[in-house]
């Protein structure tokens, strides 16, 4: 028997799936009342950026003794050696998670977020298709344009996503989790990845088991670039007003469920001086020369454009004096890093360094305290940051680092300079960005020369618009953004109806709880 197979027996046979009445979530909430007198939160995390923002911002603190969290997350083994470890309350391995069958359920999918695309037509994802998807599209899914294009022209795209909803709603992809939940029946779950593959497998069964759901957008550009959330959540979290506004506009069903604007919780870590460190010690530790400027490029995703080739020039010309005295930290995505650069730039050690982000042989994707340290002083120390297109402009914004930004494909003959204009702009995330006066756009790499010359000699250029773009993405700005987060779980548990004792009133602390 399949995978798909076994799920669809499974959900069959489920006694709380299988036909029998579900609680409501008023009886949902009383039942949690009635059993604990703290109410339970589930967190589901499938990614390190998630991760970093749990643990080190004070997130858990903010639950304080109201909510006891249980986590599953996929680098939950390493509760015992790692940075779990350190978190309040019990972490588990994610469960396993199947896949839906091609027809109807993928094919559907698909057909809605096409339908979605031609109603909206979303400049990211538009061009996006057009530089790189669409000459990739496999002929089944070809199938779906016309039909998509049809329900946008009539007006059908919110009746059509309902109905895609409940039938991947009903769909059981993960037995082990519908089994975990069913037992553990949390008062509400937090999903930080809602367009994610994993946690929506989950969402799906707190939803028919009646429990409120949380969506927690962890980034700036997930709403615009990514694909559509399979579900509609109870509650929504962002960072941002800007963000809000977005929600509001690519998914229409948000505007009648909280939203709370919390800001971004990955950068609380920016504001605490527990992860500074001094100019000399960063430097000891990177194998740098702590008189010199650092210019500091930093890579994306291999999967839009090849940056290593801009790494390589940018070594060269600094091996050959053409920006004076100084050193180029080279710094892979966290996600990404495979040490192929570590490779390509050896030979022009030690004016170039690069630095080691990620462990590739290691089953998960983590960033231990002494990572984040790193690249909290990254960028504290950068005189100049490189990148493109990137989120880490938001990081030099609000550190005040001046950025230049590629506005050019470094790969020679350049392939991707359309995909690289309209990421510039046209992108909804980024577009706005670009054109804000707060970084140094360059057509070609001589401009980038001169571009870094000027900001080491002049690093207070365009300062107030790197002021606007930390605020205008991060919205509020004081290393507290964990803390609101944690405030927003308490606001919403209150509005689902979710008993909560009063703050004092539980002096079992939830570490002893979970111990």
Not at 51 to 79: N, P
Not at 355 to 383: C, K, L
Request: glycine share 6%; with cysteine; hydrophobic share 40%.
């Amino acid at each position: 028997m399949s995978n798909n197979e076994t799920a669809r027996y499974a959900l069959r046979d489920a006694p709380s799936l299988g036909g029998v009445s579900l609680p409501s979530r008023a009886s949902n909430a009383g039942a949690s009342a009635a059993a604990v007198d703290q109410a339970t939160l589930l967190i589901l995390t499938t990614s390190l950026l998630t991760d970093r923002m749990l643990w080190y911002s004070d997130f858990f603190e903010a639950l304080g003794d109201r909510i006891v969290a249980t986590t599953w997350a996929w680098a939950g083994e390493l509760q015992r050696t790692g940075s779990w470890r350190a978190t309040a309350g019990p972490v588990e391995d994610f469960p396993v998670v199947g896949h839906f069958p091609m027809f109807p359920h993928t094919y559907l999918r698909r057909l809605n977020e096409f339908a979605w695309d031609y109603r909206l037509r979303p400049p990211s994802r538009l061009s996006h298709r057009r530089h790189v998807s669409d000459s990739q599209m496999k002929p089944w899914l070809r199938t779906t344009m016309v039909p998509a294009r049809l329900l946008a022209m009539l007006g059908l795209e919110q009746q059509v996503e309902r109905f895609v909803g409940r039938m991947l709603q009903r769909y059981l992809r993960s037995p082990e989790a519908l089994a975990r939940l069913t037992s553990l029946r949390p008062s509400m779950v937090l999903a930080t990845g809602p367009m994610r593959f994993d946690e929506p497998a989950v969402v799906a069964i707190a939803k028919n088991l009646k429990i409120p759901t949380l969506a927690l957008i962890t980034s700036w550009d997930n709403l615009s670039t990514k694909r559509r959330s399979l579900f509609e959540y109870d509650g929504y979290v962002v960072w941002s007003e800007q963000m809000r506004h977005e929600l509001h506009h690519f998914y229409p069903s948000s505007r009648s469920v909280p939203i709370y604007v919390v800001g971004a919780p990955q950068f609380d870590v920016f504001f605490k001086d527990e992860f500074r460190q001094s100019r000399e010690e960063f430097c000891a530790r990177a194998g740098l020369r702590p008189e010199a400027p650092i210019v500091l490029y930093t890579l994306g995703s291999p999967n839009a454009i090849q940056e290593h080739h801009g790494a390589l020039d940018m070594a060269t010309r600094i091996a050959r004096g053409e920006l004076g005295d100084v050193q180029l930290l080279v710094r892979p995505h966290p996600a990404f890093d495979n040490a192929h650069e570590v490779e390509l730039l050896r030979e022009f050690r030690p004016r170039v360094v690069v630095q080691r982000t990620g462990d590739p042989d290691a089953p998960f994707r983590s960033q231990a305290r002494e990572q984040i340290i790193e690249w909290v002083n990254t960028f504290r120390h950068a005189a100049v940051v490189v990148n493109f297109a990137s989120t880490v402009t938001v990081d030099a914004a609000i550190l005040d680092r001046p950025v230049v930004n590629l506005d050019y494909d470094p790969e020679p003959h350049q392939p991707n300079q359309g995909l690289v204009n309209d990421a510039n702009h046209v992108w909804t995330h980024f577009k706005p960005i670009a054109e804000s006066g707060g970084v140094w756009n360059v057509r070609n790499a001589a401009e980038m020369v001169t571009a870094i010359r000027t900001y080491l000699a002049q690093p207070e250029l365009h300062r107030a618009g790197r002021r606007w773009i930390a605020n205008y993405v991060c919205g509020q700005l004081d290393g507290n953004s964990g803390r609101r987060l944690g405030q927003a779980i308490v606001q919403f548990a209150e509005h689902c109806g979710v008993h909560l004792p009063e703050p004092g009133a539980v002096t079992t602390s939830r570490r002893d709880r979970s111990a």
